[in-house]
């Protein structure tokens, strides 16, 4: 009987500590955003696009794979594919790291090229993301106040939150 019991004791402790420790290793890293990039409200006219470009550092154990990116609001609201205010689409830049471009000197320098579907994408510590961005709104309170970046690791999806205080739109008034 206590032979029963010692190893029942010993199976229970191999297997909490193993899921303890798949927990802490699928769990463990975080996303740092290294630099930020804003134009001002006053350039986005007649439906223009900006191309803005952040730059990433993934430090932690594993290789995440990307899911998806979604833009929080100042008031709470997700950008939605519909939004009225904001259309954004996000990309991975795979070589060059890019500030703020408008639609025509991306597709004449043939920067588009090097953009890539956030979908699926393994990150390897830095990584550059593009936001093309088209503002219709008015004035600027109702900002980008939080980046959510959803990933999958060791099979376990993830969620971070990178603030973005700055938003992507500059008030002239404020300058």
Known sequence: MKK????????????????????????DGDFTKWSHTTMGSEYYKDDKKFYLGYDFTWEGIGKPTLE??????????????????????????????????????????????DFM??????????FHLILAVQYN?????????LLRITYKKF????????????GVITDPMEN
Do not use: C
């Not at 029963?4 to 290793?25: K, N, Q």
């Not at 579907?117 to 830095?126: A, C, E, G, L, P």
């Open 4 to 27: 029963t019991i010692m190893i029942m004791l010993m199976i229970i402790i191999v297997a909490v500590g193993i899921i303890w420790t798949f927990d802490y290793v699928s769990s």
């Open 68 to 113: 998806k990116v979604e833009f929080i609001k100042k008031d709470g609201t997700i950008v939605a594919k519909d939004d009225d205010e904001f259309k954004i689409e996000p990309y991975i830049a795979k070589g060059r790291y890019i500030g703020a471009f408008d639609e025509e000197q991306v597709l004449a320098e043939g920067i588009q090229e």
């Open 117 to 126: 579907n956030i979908k699926n994408y393994q990150v390897d510590n830095d």
């Open 137 to 145: 709104g008015t004035t600027p309170e109702n900002d980008i106040n």
């Open 155 to 166: 099979g376990v999806t993830q969620h971070r939150n990178i603030p973005f205080d700055d």
